[in-house]
């Protein structure tokens, strides 16, 4: 068994432990079986031709149904762990993280980034929000029994909570090119306060507050005015809520919409705007987006975090309260 | 005879089916970036013409007749008239071909090609916001439809061999099946081309003609 | 046997294989015996090859540094082996060679009912498999066998776009087997051959024909679009041009789940047919293991998400997949407790093909219930990507499908040649190939719930035990496959003479002279009777009588 480090994995290896006695169940039934039947059946001469059986209707319901049943119960038991680990958790540290050929970004709600390693603290949920620079590359902490794929294109989101503090492994799972075994590091939990002092060291700019500065210096402002004058549609007080398109339909504004605006304005445009903005691919990277996601979360309406859709950095940091930097909305 | 007939018939089904297959995976892309790009698909579908694609499912199901036809008089056994209608279903596929060609020619012209060296289209047919999602929809229009000349020009090799063995009277009342099993193949390929073009052409058509 | 007539111009009675000997005749037979032949050695061309790539990719994880080879060399050397062991020998191994051979002979047939077609696939698969090779002589590819855009459409700097052609031209081999093979069981059967007096084996051909021809075709228009992108940039899987990577996911998975099963059903029939001749006993429940082929070939349609629980599917949909996967599991399940049951009671015997068939079931049980494991959702997540993964698909792929296969060729290995190998040495390599399995594969269920991702060129140094086993495994296990090349090789000439039907065993195939003339039989057969019947079995009935003599002397 590899280290039990998170809430996930004392359930995950209570199922694994079960599946593995099942199948010695079955595989020493089916093997002891054969060899009685070798061993008392052998062919004793040539010219034997055993009695014949047809088959047995109810064995066959027998070794059909109770199977089932038992995969059945298979199914819901990982269902039900599936369940919990893709349902994002109410309130949680929210850390972004990019992957590129071939190594691991990470930035923390208070602006700290790190390469290749991600320090997290015990006892808390930790979502991750993940993207990817190139190609495809996957967020695998065997400790924590967590993995998920970083797709280009899309967010992807996975959560989990130590409950142990120490080193561990971090893996790139998919397969990514020439250096793929290369794209590893290390996950350090650290008890709350160790990660506060870690935090603290080195001068930073928290996502939110450096997504204001891209928002003014993109020029974004110009047309997003936040009186709904300008050109583009008003984004203040609008993360998490719906949004009415021009061609009848609705969407979400949360970050995939924000991400996929930036760089594909075309995409979805919102009911009565004219597509006038242009795309902004190849001139803002993924970790650019992601603060100006942040940014456009922090003016977003206040209960923000309430709800399991959006829950919003700077209202999750809770130890860090003592850090106003952290909460941008509190600086307007 | 009558087995070889049988396997014939029950062998072309399981290529149509595969075939089917084939171009499934295409119209499953169709769905998907239509539902991702609907305006890219949309400015898409205004770049082709209506009239020529019209004209072309006109033929094709012409072709279809023209082809039972065929096969109804190879059963009857006249050979006369099962080269006629042959023929006729030949000059019929070389005129969807034709009117195919000069569609292409067109889009190559006006830098309409999907391939990065040559995709430049006119600022503003389509808008230029819409460069990158028509692109993806013109991929899908050139594929399927190039997938789909490639088994008209096939199907027109078939039919030159078919006709070839009409001519030389190797047909009878009694032997038919190259014609029957070919007629499937060529009704398939019409059949693929009735959804094309709705898929295609006829996107932005009402809505265009609706008000924008 | 032979006639007078023979005996004075001592001319050998014409078999299939001394009814030409020139290279043409072979090159251009019609024969789908010859061609059955013609596959058996360019699939064990292809295999050899395989299996260099194997031997390389475990003396490289011996050391968790990766100091043999560089990364970018690894890379190609595990992209290749998957490439060639699943396009150019798992899927066409057992149903182009052993069902090229039997389909026809076990129908009573004298051919299949497009030889020429037949001929053609065979060339196809020639031409695509010597594209696969000028594509290793140019460099090879270093996307692993899955394709995965955005690397292979726009990182990879490998030959993907020739390895797609290759694999999109090998495509039309197999959709043209599987189309010849269904229209063949559909029109060729011999006067009263009903459905239900099919040998197993062929309702396993069937069902792997119809993956074959409803599958086959969405991986060609996959690797083509694949093609597409990487030659002119569009956007189909690259999400940076509008495409959408996990698109490709799907549409490859849809194929290449079904694959699986074309691997291993055919092993089942073959396994099937091993069971019932070695203990002389019908099939337990021969309607559920005809039908559970079919419901395998079905349901193996809609399981392809279970490939992708991490791949940001929705969690709904990973649902959905996962228990539709569990309701394939059954059909498997029903195949192994029927064939256990067949055993009972029967009169077995320890033969090579018994021993290849009981390492069958031992092995593949274990390859099914780890499936259960990767099937279901939470656990999925940890072990997606790991040496988990790796080690039951080997336990399907090589503890099914090739154990089956070479049962198979041992078990039929007379009826093609006329000749019997070396029953002993049969034995040894059987068992040494069954410990050098578990040998390398057990521990890579270890390493993999560990944490070790595949495709690591190196790896981190506390997993190096496991690789080490597992290295050491694969030495025996080459050992063990390179012996029956040479005792097969060895007993083309001096193999044991034997009769037409050594292994006593019931079905048409053994009715027919051993090895059989070119049109197959030399009359009409007519059955009347189910498959499986052994008192119909002259030689077993000649045994008897001969001992019953020797009784009441």
Known sequence: MPEQASKFA??????????????????????????????????????????????????????????????????????????????????????????????????????????????????????????????????????????????????????????????????????????????????????PGEYESWLGGGTKEPPAVAGEKLFSSLACSTCHQADGKGRGPKLVELYGKEVKLNNGSTVTFDDTYIRESVLDPGAKIVENYQLIMPSFRGQVSEEQIAQIIAYLKSIGPKDAGATAAKPAAPAAVKSAAAKPAAVPSAKK | ?????????????????????????????????????????????????????????????????????????SQLGERKKLLGFLALTLVLGSVFLIVKYFEYKEKFEHHLFPAYWTYHPAADHPPTQYHGHVQVFLWIYFMMTGLHALHMIIG?????????????????????????????YWHFVDIVWIFLFPLLYLTGFHVSSGGH | MASEVIAQTEEPRVTYLNAGHT???????????????????????????????????????????????????????????????????????????????????????KDVAFPRLNLLSWYVFILGGSLMLITIMTGGVDTGWTFYPPYSSIYSNTQVTLAGVSIFITGFSSILTGLNFMVTIHTMRAPGLTWFRLPLFVWAHYATSLIQVLGTPVIAITVLALAFERTLQIGIFDPKLGGDPVLFQHMFWFYSHPAVYIMIIPSMGVVSELIANMTRKKIFGYHFVAFSSLAIAVFGFLVWGHHMFTSSQSMYAGMVFSLITYAVAIPSA???????????????????????????????????????????????????????????????????????????????????????????????????????????????????????????????PEFQVWHILSSAGASLLAIGFIMPVVYLTWSLKYGEKVGDNPWMAAGLEWETSSPPPPENFTYQPVINHDAYEFENVKEIKEAAAREAALQTA
């Open chain 1, 10 to 191: 004392l359930e995950v290896d209570l199922f694994y432990i079960a599946l593995w006695l099942m199948t010695i169940f079955f595989t020493v039934g089916i093997v002891a079986a054969i060899f009685l039947f070798m061993v008392k059946y052998r062919r004793r001469h040539d010219g034997e031709i055993p009695e014949q059986i047809e088959g047995a209707m109810t064995l066959e319901i027998l070794w059909s149904v109770i199977p089932f049943i038992m995969a059945l119960g298979i199914f819901a038991w990982g269902a039900k762990i599936y369940h919990e680990m893709y349902t994002e958790p109410k309130e949680a540290l929210e850390i972004f993280v990019t992957g590129k050929q071939w190594m691991w970004r990470a930035q923390h709600p208070d602006g700290q980034r790190e390469i290749n390693t991600l320090h997290i603290p015990v006892g808390r949920r930790v979502k991750l929000t993940m993207t990817s620079e190139d190609v495809l590359h996957a967020y695998f902490i065997p400790a924590f029994r967590t993995k998920a794929d970083v797709v280009p294109g899309r967010y992807t989101t996975t959560w989990f909570e130590a409950t142990k503090p120490g080193t561990y492994h971090l893996f790139c799972a998919e397969y990514c090119g020439t250096q793929h075994s290369g794209m590893i590091g290390t996950v350090t939990a650290m008890e």
């Open chain 2, 1 to 73: 005879m009558e087995q070889q007939k049988e396997a014939g018939t029950i062998g072309m089904w399981l290529f149509l089916l595969t075939e089917i297959m084939f171009f499934g995976g295409l119209f499953l892309a169709y769905s998907i970036y239509r539902a991702k790009y609907p305006d890219g698909f949309l400015q898409g579908s205004h770049l082709l013409s209506v009239p020529l694609g019209g004209l072309n499912t006109v033929v094709l199901i012409v072709s279809s007749l023209t082809m039972a036809m065929g096969v109804h008089y």
């Open chain 3, 334 to 460: 029903i195949k192994i407790f029927n064939w256990t049951a067949t055993i009972f009671k029967g009169s077995v015997s320890y033969d090579t093909p018994m021993i290849y068939a009981l390492a069958f079931i031992g092995l593949f049980t274990v390859g099914g219930m780890t499936g259960l494991f990767l099937a279901a959702l939470g656990l999925d997540v940890h072990l997606h990507d790991t040496y988990f993964v790796v080690a039951h698909f080997h336990y399907v792929m090589v503890g099914g499908a090739i154990i089956g296969y070479l049962g198979g060729l041992h078990f039929w290995w007379p009826k093609i040649t006329g000749r019997m190998y070396p029953e002993i040495w049969g034995r040894i390599s059987a068992s040494i190939i069954f410990l050098g399995f578990n040998l390398t594969f057990f521990p890579q269920f270890i390493v993999g719930y560990l944490g070790m991702p595949r495709r690591y060129h190196a790896y981190v």
């Open chain 3, 23 to 109: 290279v043409k005749s072979w090159l251009l037979t019609l024969d789908h015996k010859r061609i059955g032949l013609l596959y058996l050695f360019s699939i064990s061309v292809f295999f050899a090859i395989g299996g260099i790539y194997a031997s390389l990719i475990r003396l490289e994880l011996i050391t968790p540094q990766g100091d043999l080879m560089s990364a970018d060399t690894y890379n190609r050397v595990f992209t290749m082996h998957g490439v060639m062991m699943i396009f150019f020998f798992l899927i066409p191994s057992i149903p182009a060679t052993l069902g090229n051979f039997l389909l026809p002979l076990m129908l009573g047939a």
């Open chain 2, 156 to 184: 027109i090799a078939l039919l030159l061999v078919i006709m070839f063995m009409a001519y030389r009277g190797k047909f009878t009342k009694e032997y038919n099946s190259p014609v029957e099993i070919f007629g499937l």
